[in-house]
Nanobody, 120 residues
Framework: QVQLVESGGGLVQAGGSLRLSCAAS????????MGWYRQAPGKQRELVAK???????NLADSVKGRFTISRDNAKNTVYLQMNSLKPEDTAVYYC??????????????WGQGTQVTVSS
C-alpha cells in the first residue's frame, strides 16, 4: 500500500511563498502522475497542478505564473513551489498520486491534506 505525506503548509501573508512537499512511501511502483488539489470553503476540490511520468505538467489557470510543480523520482516526492500567494489561494491542499497496480487498474492515492492560509 502507498501512503502520501504532505508537508510545508502554514500561514503566510499575501505576496509570500510556501513550498509544499509530498512524499510517497511503501510499494510505490509505476507512478503515472503526482499532483496537488485544493479545496477551499464553499468551493469544489480543484486541480492545482500535476506532473506525469512523462514529465508533462499541467497547472490551473489561476496559478499559472505563480506556482511551479516538480518532482524527485529518486525520492518519490513531488513539490509545489507557491509564490506570490493570494488570499484566494487559502485552502486545504491535497497530494494525489495515480499509480498503476495492474495492467488494467489504476488507483488514486490521497494525502491527508495540509492547510495553506494566506492573510491579507
Amino acid at each position: 500500500q502507498v501512503q502520501l505525506v504532505e508537508s510545508g503548509g502554514g500561514l503566510v501573508q499575501a505576496g509570500g511563498s510556501l513550498r509544499l512537499s509530498c512524499a510517497a512511501s511503501g510499494r510505490s511502483f509505476s507512478i503515472k502522475a503526482m499532483g496537488w488539489y485544493r479545496q477551499a470553503p464553499g468551493k469544489q476540490r480543484e486541480l492545482v497542478a500535476k506532473i506525469t511520468d512523462a514529465d508533462s505538467t499541467n497547472l490551473a489557470d489561476s496559478v499559472k505564473g505563480r506556482f511551479t510543480i516538480s518532482r524527485d523520482n529518486a525520492k518519490n516526492t513531488v513539490y509545489l513551489q507557491m509564490n506570490s500567494l493570494k488570499p484566494e489561494d487559502t485552502a486545504v491542499y491535497y497530494c494525489n498520486a495515480v499509480i498503476a497496480i495492474s495492467y488494467a487498474a489504476i488507483v488514486n492515492y490521497w494525502g491527508q491534506g495540509t492547510q495553506v492560509t494566506v492573510s491579507s
